[in-house]
Nanobody, 123 residues
Framework: QVQLVESGGGSVQAGGSLRLSCAAS????????MAWFRQDSGTAREKVAS?????????WYAYSVRGRFTISFDNAKRTLFLQMNTLKPEDTAMYYC???????????????WGQGTQVSVSS
């Protein structure tokens, strides 16, 4: 079972930036898919971005964050990142990293989850 620990959340004003990190451990083979999800109170958990670390680093982004967020994975550090620029109040949520055998949209298909890190963006 992969263990995941997120960090880097915080409170920023609209237009600001944050970089989330997700330290991964407990695996011998790099997970096929690593992804960032977010969930605000009263809403469903949604996939924000995903990456296939060992398949050419192919990435995917939700339309709402395309051009503002960048997902990456540092294999040497075993750390997943999410660089978030030009943040908007609607980006406010708890952000989670997760792993799966493929980059599904359905969060129930992801095997391992971190505890989450809170991002709050004020206008």
């Amino acid at each position: 079972q992969v263990q995941l620990v997120e960090s880097g959340g915080g409170s920023v004003q609209a237009g600001g930036s944050l970089r989330l990190s997700c330290a991964a451990s407990g695996y011998t083979e790099t997970p096929v898919c690593m992804a960032w999800f977010r969930q605000d109170s009263g809403t469903a958990r949604e996939k924000v971005a995903s990456i296939y670390p060992t398949y050419g680093g192919r990435t995917w982004y939700a339309y709402s964050v395309r051009g503002r967020f960048t997902i990456s994975f540092d294999n040497a550090k075993r750390t997943l990142f999410l660089q978030m620029n030009t943040l908007k109040p609607e980006d406010t949520a708890m952000y989670y990293c997760a792993t799966a055998g493929s980059c599904y949209d359905n969060p129930t298909l992801y095997k391992s989850w971190g505890q989450g890190t809170q991002v709050s963006v004020s206008s």
